[in-house]
Each structure stands twice: as C-alpha cells, then as structure tokens.
C-alpha cells in the first residue's frame, strides 16, 4: 500500500525557511503526479505546488510563488517544498498528496493518497 510520511515541520520567525520532505513509498511512482497542500484551522485545504514524478512540469499557488521550490529525488522517493520567506498566514498543517493519473493538479480531488501532515508554525 502507498505510504507518505511528511517531515520537517516546526516552528519558525517570520522570514525564516524551512524545508518539508515527503517519503513515498509501496509503489513505483514514476507515473505519479504529487502535490503539497496546507490546512489551517476552519479553512479549506489550500493547494501550494505540485510537480510529476519525472520532474517534467509544476505548479504552483499564487499565493506561494516564488518563495516555495518543489521537487522530488527519485533515487530516494522523496518530495521536498522549500519554503523561504516564510510569513505568520503560512501557519497550517501541511500534506503531501499523490496522483496516479500522474498530471499536476491544483484540485484535492485529483489525489489518491495523503500523508498524516505535518505542523508549520511561523512566528510574527
């Protein structure tokens, strides 16, 4: 079965960076799609980046563009988002989420599997 084990999360200063990982594992994922989304309390999930396996084509928010990098080493089956000049908004809960039908999408309900979350604060 498809397992993903988010990591990374913490607390952080406004400004500040912090890296998320996410480790694939029970398939082989080359025709995937993954994605990174966020939750905060009474809000909706929100999609942030997502990127297919072969690393030919991402996506990202608005909202996060040009401050998070997405991406992926198949050699370790692994996803990252870098996030940088984190803000006090991007306090959430933070998942990643795999596609089998393997293209980038910004709509939760185009992703099969999700990860547990992992806790991102940043401090004003």
């Known amino acids: 079965q498809v397992q993903l084990v988010e990591s990374g999360g913490g607390l952080v200063q406004a400004g500040g960076s912090l890296r998320l990982s996410c480790a694939a594992s029970?398939?082989?994922?080359?025709?995937?799609?993954m994605g990174w989304f966020r939750q905060a309390p009474g809000k909706a999930r929100e999609f942030l980046a997502a990127i297919t396996w072969s690393g030919g084509s991402t996506s990202y928010a608005d909202s996060v563009k040009g401050r998070f990098t997405i991406s992926r080493d198949g050699a370790k089956n692994t996803v990252y988002l870098q996030m940088n000049r984190l803000k006090p908004e991007d306090t959430a809960v933070y998942y990643c989420a795999a596609g089998r039908r393997g293209f980038v999408s910004t709509t939760p309900d185009q992703y099969d599997y999700w990860g547990q979350g992992t806790q991102v604060t940043v401090s004003s």
């Open positions: 029970g398939r082989t994922f080359g025709a995937y799609a």
